[in-house]
């Protein structure tokens, strides 16, 4: 079974619009965290924002923002204000306790901002 | 402080011969993971490594592979004998046990 999905392969969005990346996860381990990596064309992978499964409140990170709802198993990335270097593919990624801290990645989101 | 230092950045081998991939960890980081990842798709768990120790390695084919992360140097991804079907991206990241991982900029292996 998938335990990270992001169900949207790719997004078209205009430059300075909000948006929302989808991410649900499977997990029974009741400590976890869960991740947003940016990936551009260029290559390397550059982390974005972090949410503990014990967290009360959602991560923020400048313009970025986590939506977590637990009991949904949601972690959805809101990016404000969308620029045209936010194009890029981006992997919501989970580590579980008893998976020895391994990263478990989704299928990525291709993210194109129009000008 | 230095990131996550992988090199090459890029390597180009013939089928059946050997590659060997570096990373070097962030200071003060004691855990290295390898990650592969195919065209068009995320990443894929390979090993997880502490110094001199392989803590979990089911993400890595039995055959061919292997990884180490001695007690000096870099962590080092070998591959013997390479297919055109290893040509991916490979990435390492580091961290502290229970931190976010940084990642590396990837070796991008092509097998011609």
């Known amino acids: 079974a998938q335990k990270i999905t992001q169900t949207q392969p790719g997004m078209f969005v205009q430059e300075k619009e909000a948006v929302t990346l989808d991410c649900t996860y499977d997990t029974s381990d009741p400590s976890y965290g869960l991740f947003w990596y940016k990936q551009p064309s260029s290559g390397e992978m550059i982390f974005l924002i972090y949410q503990g499964s014990y967290d009360q409140q959602n991560a923020t990170e400048g313009r970025y923002s986590l939506n977590f709802q637990k009991a949904r198993k949601s972690a959805n990335l809101v990016i404000s204000a969308s620029q045209l270097g936010d194009s890029a593919m981006y992997f919501c990624a989970m580590r579980e306790r008893d998976s020895n801290y391994q990263l478990i990645w989704g299928a990525g989101t291709k993210l194109i901002i129009k000008p | 402080n230095a990131g996550v230092m992988q090199n090459p950045r890029h390597l180009v081998r013939r089928r059946g011969q050997e590659a060997r991939l570096r990373c070097s960890p962030m200071?003060?980081?004691?855990?290295v993971y390898w990650y592969r990842q195919l065209p068009e798709e995320g990443l894929k768990f390979m090993v997880y490594?502490?110094?001199?120790?392989?803590?979990?390695e089911s993400g890595m084919p039995k055959e061919r592979f292997s990884a180490e992360f001695p007690k000096e140097g870099p962590s080092i991804l070998r591959i013997q004998q390479v297919v055109r079907g290893d040509s991916a991206a490979y990435f390492c990241a580091s961290d502290r046990g229970d931190t976010e991982a940084f990642f590396g900029q990837g070796t991008r292996l092509t097998v011609v």
């Open positions: 490594l502490q110094k001199e120790n392989i803590i979990d």
């Open positions: 200071k003060g980081h004691s855990h």
